[in-house]
């Protein structure tokens, strides 16, 4: 090989290593430990600090949720798959602000974004404002795996999941009970609000996912998409820093690049994920944003970061769980 071929090949290499995520295929953390973080949303939760019997219905249900993940984890699964697993059951419960329960547009009707990305090679799909996708995550992950695109919205991303053989409802299956007290109020008139879902994990393998699904903001404009399916604003996970899922009034994500912010930092200032996520939800809080993360960095360590009184969240490091709703 000749010096010239041979000092391209070496640029080649040099540079594709800055890259996103694992470019060489090469695990960067071979171990037998796994970690997996979730929320539920983040907010005021006025109302559930006065009733404990709630609080242990939510703690109760973050507990379940987190067990889907750990046990996938546990036995060897994939971290995308612990993701996407996790956040179904999350959009099937009506507690949560995603898929069944979800709030309602001005329109009165569900609106639902979703993403998901895997930390190797950072591939990413993600759908918005779907109305009748059962499981807007698999939605998302379909999009990630089947296409050659990112996001797709509202009714092509409809007719994108009925063809790859997700599972299509009716509008109404979203509508539950509790949510139709609220329907017609806006963002305003909901102080209490809170629920969209968000999973990030560490696998055996070194490999890190992230995934965010949500009904949005109550009263949100119809057609309005939040942070959730913004790659960078509301998700985002690269093996070479962190898995990161955002919730709270998604512009300020979006705004802020929230999620991409803590990867970035990490990467080019060699800060640690503690460090980084400190940084970035103060400038947020000084912006006047709301709301909160949770990370996990390719070595299994994890964070939570909020600026609202309380956020849903649990985590299993290894099997050893722990709910938490308030500070
Ligand atoms: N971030 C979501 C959105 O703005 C809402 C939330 O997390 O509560 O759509």
Redesign the pocket.
Known sequence: MSIRLFSLVLLFFSFSARLCGQTLSKKLNNTTSYTIVIHG???VMHALSKDASKRKVYKKALLHAITIGDSILENGGSSLDAVEKTIRYMEDNPLF?AGRGAVYSSKGINEL?ASIMSGINCKAGAVGGVTIVKHPISAARAVMEKTKHVLLVTKGAEEFAKNAGLEIVPKTYFQTRKRNSYKGKTELDLPD????V?CVALDKSGHLAAG?S????SG?KWG?????PIIGA?TYADDKSCAVS??????F?IRYSIAFDISARMKYKHISLEESATEVIRELTDNKGS?GIIAVDNKGNFTFRFNTPGMFRAYSKNGQKEVFIFK
Do not use: M, P, V
């Open positions: 949303g983040a907010g602000n974004d609000k809170w629920g969209t968000g965010t949500t009904g949005g903001l949100k309005r998409i939040g942070d959730s509301g955002c919730t709270g009034i998604g512009e994500f709301g």
